[in-house]
């Protein structure tokens, strides 16, 4: 793959076995750059050691993956529910 200019939009569109390869490559061949997508996505970097040191027989990249697809489908369901409050907020206030 070698492809290190991935933004984290991409990394959002990318399925579980894709990010799963690219997290590895990246382990691989662009440490620094992983664990910089890793702050901007904001996954819990006790959570990855935590996972990494306890779940020694499941693939680096496995762990990684799964830690930043559970991360952005909170920061998803976050959106919605700010989405909903600011939509009710100015419903009422139209009032």
Do not use: G, P
Request: charged share 30%; hydrophobic share 40%; no cysteine.
């Amino acid at each position: 793959m070698h492809e290190h200019n991935i933004d984290i939009a991409t990394f959002e569109q990318l399925n579980r076995q894709d990010l799963i390869n690219t997290v590895n490559d990246l382990i691989l061949h662009d440490f620094e750059k992983l664990v910089f997508v890793l702050y901007r996505i904001d996954v819990n970097e006790a959570k990855i050691k935590s996972l990494l040191a306890t779940k020694t027989d499941t693939n680096a990249a496995e762990l990684i993956a799964d830690a930043i697809i559970e991360r952005l489908n909170q920061k998803k369901a976050a959106k919605e529910i700010f989405k909903q409050h600011n939509h009710i907020e100015s419903e009422e206030e139209k009032w």
